[in-house]
């Protein structure tokens, strides 16, 4: 639960409306423990999952003091979410993922936001998927981007994790995670 309060603080300072959503709080709420974590996240419902977050986008884009565009960011397994929510909301404005895994290639035509991508260069198992992915993006003509760091691991943005983090590829991926939202939200 830090990272996703840590995440959400760090989108609010740089001037935009955050929600950090809790996915597991229908479960009590995110562990400390990470493997309890990872547990509990295959016992959720994954479409009533994908509802709490729609409803997340659609509250966001009524509150007071917005102004009606949205955006997520998610990161490994939210990383996937950020993909699923790029797919399932026709009024999503740009969605960013760090190195999640990528939605099934039949439905990326579905995409109407800007999507960016953050991959480790040293993380196989979810970069098998971006060649799929990438062509299937270029092929309905979405606006996209696809960054990988040489040398990075999977979690590269994690700063909980000394021995995956790499200070260097998540500033600049941050960087370029904000500079997306600044021209697509404000």
């Not at 995440?7 to 479960?27: N, Y």
Request: charged content about 25%; some cysteine; hydrophobic content about 40%.
């Amino acid at each position: 639960m830090h990272i996703i309060i840590d995440v959400t603080k760090r989108v609010a300072a740089e001037g935009f409306i955050a929600l950090g959503v809790d996915a597991l709080s229908p479960l009590g709420g995110t562990p400390a423990d990470e493997d309890k974590g990872r547990e509990l996240i295959g016992k959720l419902d994954p479409e009533k999952n994908l509802q709490n977050y729609l409803k997340g986008l659609e509250y966001l884009r009524k509150i007071k003091g917005g102004n009606g565009k949205v955006g997520c960011v998610g990161f490994c397994w939210g990383g996937g979410m950020s993909n699923k929510l790029a797919v399932n909301d026709p009024n999503l404005q740009a969605a960013v993922a760090y190195y999640g895994a990528q939605p099934n290639p039949d439905d990326v035509a579905k995409i109407k936001a800007s999507v960016m991508m953050h991959y480790g260069g040293l993380d196989e198992r979810i970069n098998a998927g971006i060649p799929a992915y990438e062509a299937a993006l270029k092929a309905a003509d979405i606006d996209y981007k696809i960054f990988i760091y040489d040398g990075v691991n999977h979690a590269f943005n994690n700063n909980t994790s000394p021995t995956r983090y790499n200070e260097a590829a998540a500033k600049l991926a941050w960087s370029r995670t904000i500079e997306l939202f600044k021209q697509k939200l404000s």
